[in-house]
């Protein structure tokens, strides 16, 4: 039995996905552990992580960049204000329940919403275990931090936003954040503007892959 084989175990083929059943246990036990994170400071200032939204076999997870405080509150990713920016956007598209996810790169609000690079270094493991259990295709970044996180060789925020990357197996599409979109018209125009390549871009990228 091959070494990738034995990783999925018996009778799965390369590319089938793991039975529902463990792919549920596996999934809950990472949120407990994330639940349950003290690893950096931000552990003692949150009410509560922040894990995930959305289908545990999503073609398209969203990755944002950290719990504002509707979020801290609902312990529930993209609740308030930009929460509702980005959903009307998902619609646009034509995403439904079983299509997307919604997550971000730290689980934890950073104290006055300031992205804290050592803490998202310290909570990366999290990510990466997340995106693997939820195997997506293509993942869409939610401004510049989150790009930076994801892809680090990633162009500046206003030149990789509306643009496909590849990102080793999977696909990466930048968006700005709906935040920025909120606060001046041209970003908000911006905005507009790359979520509709986005649904443009869709029925294409499988292909790509
Ligand atoms: N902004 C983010 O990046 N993530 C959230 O969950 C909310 C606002």
Request: glycine share 8%; with cysteine.
């Amino acid at each position: 039995m091959s070494t990738d084989s034995r990783r999925r175990g018996p009778g799965r083929t390369k590319g089938e996905r793991r039975p529902a059943a463990d792919l549920e246990e596996a999934w809950e036990g990472l949120t407990r552990e994330i639940q349950g994170c003290r690893r950096c400071p931000l552990g003692s200032t949150r009410t509560q992580a922040v894990v995930y939204r959305g289908s545990l076999t999503p073609r398209v997870v969203f990755v944002g960049e950290a719990p504002g405080a509707a979020e801290d509150r609902a312990g529930i990713p993209f609740v308030g204000r930009s929460g509702r920016r980005l959903d009307a956007a998902i619609a646009r598209i034509g995403l439904t329940a079983r299509d997307f996810g919604v997550l971000n790169v730290l689980k934890c609000r950073p104290p006055g919403n300031r992205f804290d690079r050592a803490a998202a270094r310290t909570c990366r493991p999290f990510l990466d275990r997340q995106l693997d259990l939820l195997r997506a295709p293509i993942l869409v970044t939610l401004g510049a931090s989150a790009l930076r996180a994801v892809d680090p060789s990633a162009p500046a925020m206003l030149a990789a936003s509306g643009h496909p990357r590849v990102l080793g197996r999977r696909s990466l599409f930048p968006l700005i954040h709906p935040a920025a979109a909120l606060r001046s018209r041209r970003l908000a125009e911006r905005w507009s503007h790359d979520v509709d390549a986005l649904r443009a871009w869709l029925p294409r990228a499988d292909k790509l892959l």
